[in-house]
């Protein structure tokens, strides 16, 4: 068992921090207060091939699911709004469905864009009504000749408005079947610039730099290759889709964790109370150290997902997909809360200079929250998915 990244894994991360350093986190706090990340920035991103690291290299990209962790990492620790690294972690993470379960001809129109850092690429499954009950979902898709047609809305979607501006758009799940459960739901590629497709922005709190929005579809026509997989399977695949992305969430929450103590370790040896520095004090110590151990172990189980991740989908996989779908669920529940933690505790060893903006403390546990609150699976739905796995599917709670 060797814990040592590889030589291309260690150049790979090298070559990202130096980038993010010196392009993305002089820039994260602009990012934040003009809440858009630079075109030129994901352009920049774009041609050293960050978007491409899960899409295959006959479409321009190359890479693995580990080496894709690593660069959430970097993302997170260099823009600890999260905005970047949401942008970065959606479009890996999903492209890599579209590049397992889209036609031909979709993956020939779209992927090559996506790494190229050209187009957005996102996912839109969250309903107003439903939230993180995926299955319950009121937009429907109707097959008409060799076209689907779409009703319905989105809510709380991330990178609508960059999608609109850059092109590209999400893999957006639909109901082909009537019924009320995950059986009948197909998934969609749907371009977020079409005819019949208003979009509202909602005003975050944090992450700012990224859009959320509203979706809203009146009679949205794509043509029938945009149907990823088989139809009526949609709930599978997208359900594949999030254990990528939960494991890129947190890498990103565990970059950002790193940044987060980076800066508080600098403040308490400088910062003077009672005639000492703030970090002699034994209790800052221990909570400092306390903070440290479930960073390093949290960021050990990431890197586990990571390989497990790849391990899962090579052709002599021994891995079960319940022993993968624990390690997403338990990195997803632990990771942002550890960065939240450390966040909080980094604002108190400030003080009021921790709540002002003129530190990125105050950044940080902002972007941080949207993860407490549920993107990409809410807290207690990774207690749930852990309490099946565990004692088996007769003990889900909501059914």
């Not at 790193?258 to 910062?271: C, N, P, T, W």
């Not at 052709?315 to 966040?343: C, D, G, H, N, W």
Request: charged share 20%.
């Amino acid at each position: 068992m060797d814990f040592r990244l590889n030589e291309s894994q260690t150049l790979f991360q090298r070559t990202v921090r130096q980038f993010c350093d010196a392009e993305i986190a002089p820039q994260s706090r602009e990012i934040d207060t003009k809440q858009r990340i630079p075109s030129e920035l994901l352009d920049k991103m774009g041609q050293m091939g960050l978007f491409g690291t899960t899409i295959p290299e006959e479409f321009g990209g190359g890479g693995d699911l580990t080496i894709a962790t690593l660069g959430a990492m970097e993302m997170g620790r260099a823009d600890v709004s999260m905005a970047t690294a949401v942008y970065y972690l959606l479009v890996t993470g999903w492209s890599r469905i579209l590049a397992k379960f889209g036609t031909q001809e979709c993956k020939q129109e779209l992927l090559p864009d996506i790494a190229a850092g050209k187009k957005f690429l996102g996912i839109a499954s969250t309903e107003a009504g439903g939230g993180s009950d995926v299955a319950n979902l009121q937009t429907i898709a109707v097959r008409e000749s060799d076209h689907w047609v779409i009703n319905g809305s989105k809510a709380f979607i991330s990178g609508v408005t960059e999608a609109v501006e850059r092109g590209g758009g999400h893999l957006l799940l639909a109901r082909t079947t009537p019924g009320n459960d995950h059986r009948g739901i197909s998934l969609f590629y749907v371009p977020a610039k079409i005819e019949g497709m208003t979009v509202t922005p909602y005003q975050d709190m944090g992450r700012m730099g990224i859009s959320t929005c509203e979706m809203h579809m009146d009679g949205v026509r794509i043509p029938s290759h945009y149907l990823l997989g088989e139809e009526g399977k949609g709930f599978y695949h997208t359900m594949e889709g999030f254990n990528v992305a939960r494991n890129l969430v947190a890498a990103a929450c565990v970059g950002a964790g790193e940044r987060g103590l980076e800066m508080g370790m600098e403040y308490i040896k400088q910062r003077q109370a009672f005639g000492k520095p703030l970090g002699k004090f034994e209790s800052v110590q221990f909570e400092l150290s306390d903070h440290y151990a479930e960073l390093e172990l949290v960021k050990t189980m990431v890197m586990k997902g990571a390989w497990m991740l790849d391990e899962y989908y090579s052709e002599a996989s021994t891995i079960t997909a319940s022993e993968l779908t624990r390690t997403i669920a338990i990195v997803k529940l632990r990771a942002p809360q550890m960065a939240f933690a450390i966040y909080k505790s980094t604002m108190m060893w400030f003080g009021a200079a921790g709540y002002t903006k003129e530190y990125d403390v105050e950044m940080g546990l902002r972007g941080i929250m949207s993860y407490l609150v549920g993107a990409e699976g809410a807290l207690n739905i990774m207690r749930v998915i852990l309490g099946r796995e565990l004692l088996g599917k007769d003990f889900i709670p909501y059914k």
